[in-house]
C-alpha cells in the first residue's frame, strides 16, 4: 500500500494531543500531583474491551465506569477540560471514531496513564491519507520512567495495524516541556511529516507569528509495515 507522503503545507497537535470535536487540549501535566487513593471503578468489566498484560502494567480500552477515574486523573494533572469531556470521548469510542486505552498499575490498581487513537483526527494531511492520530497520551508523574508512554504509543500502533492501517501520525509540542514526548517519539521511530509545523491544526506559513504554546506542534509519522 503506498505511503503517507510529505505533504507540503500541513501539520499540528500536541504530544499529550488534543480531543478532536470536542476541541480540548492535551496536557504535560507540568507541577502535577497525583491522588494516591483514586482507584479505578469496576477495572475488570466489560466483554468487547481490549485488553493486554505487560508485567506491572494492565493495558484496556476505556467503558463507561471509568469517567470518573477519568476526570478525577485530569484534575489531578491540572488539565482545563471541559465537563462531560471524557463522556463526548466515549460517545466517539461507540460510534467507532476514536479508542481510548487505560494502562493501570498491576499492584495497586490506580490509573497510571491513558491515550486516545483517534481516527478522524482534524489535521488535514492525516484524514487525506487515511492516518489515525495517537492522541492525548498522559502518564502520571509517579509513574514515569517505566515506559508506560511508549507502551500506550505501541498498543495504539497495534491496534492500528490490526485495524489495516499501515501508517500512523502523532504530534508534539515545540517548548521544553514536550522534551521527554519528543525524544520517546523519535525513539519509537516517528519522524517529522516534512510540512514543517503547525498551530491548532492550521499550517504556519513562513513570516506568521504564533504564540509558543501547546498548539504550537510539529506532525510526525511512522510506517506501520514491518
Same mark, same amino acid.
Given at each position: 500500500?503506498?505511503?503517507?507522503?510529505?505533504?507540503?503545507?500541513?501539520?499540528?497537535?500536541?504530544?499529550?494531543?488534543?480531543?478532536?470535536?470536542?476541541?480540548?487540549?492535551g496536557?504535560?501535566?507540568?507541577?502535577?500531583?497525583?491522588?494516591?487513593?483514586?482507584?479505578?471503578?469496576?477495572?475488570?468489566?466489560?466483554?468487547?474491551m481490549?485488553?493486554?498484560?505487560?508485567?506491572?502494567?494492565v493495558?484496556?480500552?476505556? !467503558? *463507561? @465506569?471509568?469517567?470518573?477515574?477519568? +476526570?478525577?486523573?485530569? &484534575? /489531578?494533572? #491540572?488539565?482545563?477540560?471541559? =465537563?462531560?469531556?471524557?463522556?463526548?470521548?466515549?460517545?466517539?469510542?461507540?460510534?467507532?471514531?476514536?479508542?481510548?486505552?487505560?494502562?493501570?498499575?498491576?499492584?495497586?490498581?490506580?490509573?497510571?496513564?491513558?491515550?486516545?487513537?483517534?481516527?478522524?483526527?482534524?489535521?488535514?494531511?492525516?484524514?487525506?491519507f487515511?492516518?489515525?492520530? !495517537? *492522541? @492525548?497520551?498522559?502518564?502520571?508523574? +509517579?509513574?514515569?520512567g &517505566? /515506559?508506560? #508512554?511508549?507502551?500506550?504509543? =505501541?498498543?495504539?500502533?497495534?491496534?492500528?495495524?490490526?485495524?489495516?492501517?499501515?501508517?500512523?501520525?502523532?504530534?508534539?509540542?515545540?517548548?521544553?516541556?514536550?522534551?521527554?514526548?519528543?525524544?520517546?517519539?523519535?525513539?519509537?521511530?516517528?519522524?517529522?511529516?516534512?510540512?514543517?509545523?503547525?498551530?491548532?491544526?492550521?499550517?504556519v506559513?513562513?513570516?506568521?507569528?504564533?504564540?509558543? +504554546?501547546?498548539?504550537?506542534?510539529?506532525?510526525m509519522?511512522?510506517?506501520?509495515?514491518?
Open positions: 500500500m503506498a505511503r503517507y507522503p510529505a505533504v507540503v503545507g500541513f501539520s499540528s497537535m500536541t504530544l499529550f494531543a488534543r480531543l478532536e470535536n470536542p476541541r480540548g487540549h496536557h504535560t501535566g507540568r507541577g502535577a500531583k497525583r491522588d494516591c487513593s483514586e482507584r479505578l471503578a469496576n477495572m475488570t468489566t466489560g466483554k468487547d481490549q485488553h493486554q498484560e505487560t508485567g506491572d502494567v493495558i484496556r480500552r476505556a !467503558v *463507561q @465506569d471509568d469517567i470518573p477515574a477519568l +476526570d478525577a486523573f485530569a &484534575r /489531578g494533572m #491540572g488539565q482545563a477540560h471541559e =465537563a462531560g469531556y471524557f463522556a463526548r470521548c466515549l460517545e466517539e469510542q461507540a460510534a467507532a471514531r476514536r479508542q481510548i486505552f487505560l494502562a493501570i498499575d498491576a499492584a495497586s490498581g490506580v490509573l497510571a496513564g491513558y491515550v486516545q487513537l483517534n481516527d478522524y483526527p482534524l489535521y488535514a494531511a492525516f484524514r487525506r487515511g492516518l489515525p492520530e !495517537v *492522541q @492525548d497520551l498522559n502518564v502520571l508523574p +509517579d509513574f514515569r &517505566r /515506559g508506560i #508512554g511508549a507502551r500506550l504509543v =505501541a498498543y495504539c500502533e497495534d491496534v492500528a495495524r490490526a485495524a489495516g492501517k499501515t501508517e500512523m501520525g502523532i504530534s508534539v509540542g515545540l517548548y521544553a516541556s514536550f522534551g521527554a514526548a519528543q525524544r520517546l517519539y523519535v525513539r519509537a521511530g516517528y519522524m517529522p511529516d516534512g510540512a514543517g509545523i503547525a498551530y491548532d491544526d492550521i499550517p506559513r513562513a513570516g506568521e507569528m504564533r504564540a509558543i +504554546d501547546d498548539n504550537l506542534t510539529l506532525k509519522t511512522k510506517s506501520l509495515v514491518p
